[in-house]
């Protein structure tokens, strides 16, 4: 985690997002800085952003608006990456957090990284694996709270017709029902052999670093689990060792 003098510019795509979940947004940004810069992107004429309206001034969101010039094209995504490189360059922030599961954000976020700033993503489980894989940080909208984008994905068939556009939330209905995935022992594994430098216990907190380098979304949530120590705790293999340092417990990781 970072400190709270670590800002972040939150940048929504409000066709391709759930109102329903930006307190639990903000709480997951809260957890690397503070949301300094918080917009959210969309046509505010379309009943699908209906939604948003309430929420904007109750979290301090700016609404902007983008009109669909094009019927079945969505202009949000355009508007949104040029806001975002007006804030990149204005270097009022320290890192970014996107809010959508559209891969068109894919090359925003590498252009964000290759100015060796913090960019983080949140979106839901469909999200193409180049977008995960371009932010530092992915979090899936499953793990924040109950799914709640069936309704929208509903209105949004309803609303706007089939393009192959990669926004509409056509595929929603079968994606959402998806087993959660099965932890891959693997990857634990070798987070623990590059964390190790030889030492045979490890900071817990040295092991999820190494886990995001390898794969941006790992999140014991998605396993069940509503920590990293949860998580070690039900591996056989391993070992969790209560550390505590002025009061406060900083667990570390050896193997049995």
Known sequence: MRDNKFNIAVLIDG????????KEILEEVSKYGKAT???????????????????INLHSFSPIQKFSYTTGKNSTDSSLIIDAMDILHSSSVDGFCI????????????????????VMGIGRRITPKAF??????????????????????????????SSGNTKSGASKSDSSKKES??????????????SS?????????KIGASLRKIDPSFDPRSYGFRNLTELFRSLKKYQVIKNEVNGLNYPLVKLK
């Not at 530092?136 to 793990?143: G, K, M, P």
């Open 15 to 22: 066709d391709n997002a759930s109102a329903k979940l930006i």
């Open 37 to 55: 810069i918080r917009r959210i992107y969309g046509d505010w004429t379309t009943p699908q952003m209906n939604s948003w309206k309430e929420m």
């Open 99 to 118: 809010v959508s599961s559209d891969s068109d954000y894919t090359g925003l976020a590498k252009r964000i990284r290759e100015e060796g700033m913090f």
């Open 132 to 161: 995960v894989q371009s932010c530092e940080i992915f979090t899936f909208a499953e793990n924040l709270g109950p799914d709640t984008d069936e309704e929208k994905s509903t209105e949004t068939k309803a609303e706007k017709p």
């Open 181 to 194: 995935p099965k932890l891959d022992l693997n990857l634990i594994n070798k987070a623990f052999e590059i």
């Open 197 to 205: 430098d030889e030492e045979d216990e490890i900071h817990i907190a």
